[in-house]
């Protein structure tokens, strides 16, 4: 008899993190095509936090179930899915209804995890590992000796970032404020202290002659200094606007006036371009390609995770009846590395 009971976190509206909800109620049951995955570890990202606030550029109305991606073993398939996969550790990115204790996916959205691979340490690099990348191959197409510029370089993007593109032999300026100065120096990056340094200037200083990329989740104002940065035939790409999170009024408003610089920085005949980057971008219109394309380059991740040339940096474990403590913890700004929620 399978007594097992659905756990989720519910998001209700605007709240404080005390605000969230659990909810018990029953396993869901794998439909045509798709599996149930048992959830053995999920994470606290910026979207959520974001999500919380109403500021995500494209949440699903309240109420709902938080959770942008997940770690677990499948605990059943429905029709058409190969019954061997139960059993298997997979990873998948859904954007919501992570935070739960079983979650339904299409088979086609899962990827296998390598053997050997904890759960909480994949878990750092799903939607952190496919972002960074893509960042990385598919839209700057970095190449060794290189310099770049990373904004937020301790940060869950960033940190992942910074580790894939010295595996390839690129150097890497990062941004950050001063207390994680060291733990970056020691990993071969150099710092710069976005608080009370003049970033431009500084960067200038570094590479005169220019970075060949810059990748800024900050937006806002400080953009112009990003593309100002960049040499003849480099590439800038903007995949967040973190300098607006706590804006009132449009959650629109940042992207698209984002979107609006990136257009016509590209009109310009300078030699140099820029991109905005959203990991979502070809899934409506070109699902199949979409998805071979996350499978592909999450499975690159987990295979320099292997190799070690990233290593999982997990700040915090806590079970998700605790979500409130998790939430408040990311959103202190004091930890390194991702928050993960085990069952």
């Not at 994949?122 to 972002?131: P, S």
């Amino acid at each position: 008899m399978n007594t097992e009971e659905l756990v989720e976190v519910v998001l209700p509206g605007k709240v404080e993190p005390e605000g969230l909800q659990i909810r018990h109620g029953a396993v869901p049951t794998a439909g045509p095509g798709q599996v149930v995955i048992r959830m053995e570890a999920t994470g606290v990202s910026f979207a959520e936090q974001q999500m919380r606030r109403g500021r995500y550029f494209d949440q699903p109305p309240y109420p709902f179930v938080p959770g942008y991606d997940l770690v677990g073993t499948v605990h059943a398939t429905g029709e058409g899915v190969e019954p061997s996969l139960v059993g298997i550790r997979v990873a998948a990115m859904v954007k919501v209804g992570g935070w739960a204790s079983h979650v339904l996916v299409d088979a086609a959205d899962v990827v296998p995890v390598p053997s050997g691979v904890e759960a909480a340490d994949a878990e750092t690099l799903v939607v952190n590992g496919i972002t960074a990348w893509q960042l990385l191959h598919r839209k700057a197409r970095v190449r060794a000796g290189q310099t770049i510029l990373v904004h937020g370089a301790n940060g869950g993007v960033g940190s992942v970032l910074v580790q894939l593109a010295q595996a390839v032999g690129v150097k890497v300026i990062g941004t950050a404020s001063a207390r994680h100065h060291k733990a970056l120096r020691d990993r071969g990056v150099t710092p710069v202290d976005y608080r009370t340094a003049d970033v431009a200037a500084r960067v200038r200083e570094l590479a005169p002659g220019g970075v060949d990329a810059v990748f800024d989740h900050v937006g806002g104002r400080g953009i112009v200094d990003s593309w100002s940065v960049l040499a003849r035939g480099g590439t800038l790409v903007s995949y967040g606007s973190a300098s607006t999170r706590d804006d009132e009024g449009s959650k629109q408003w940042p992207v698209f006036k984002l979107l609006g610089r990136v257009w016509m920085w590209n009109v310009l005949p300078n030699r140099r371009r820029a991109y905005f980057y959203n990991v979502w971008a070809g899934r409506a219109l070109a699902r199949n390609r979409f998805r071979a394309r996350m499978r592909n380059d999450l499975t690159q991740v987990f295979a320099a995770l292997k190799r070690g040339d990233v290593t999982a940096q997990i700040a915090a474990q806590l079970p998700l009846t605790r979500i409130a403590d998790a939430l408040r913890l990311a959103e202190s700004g004091t930890v390194s590395g991702k928050i993960v929620l085990n069952p």
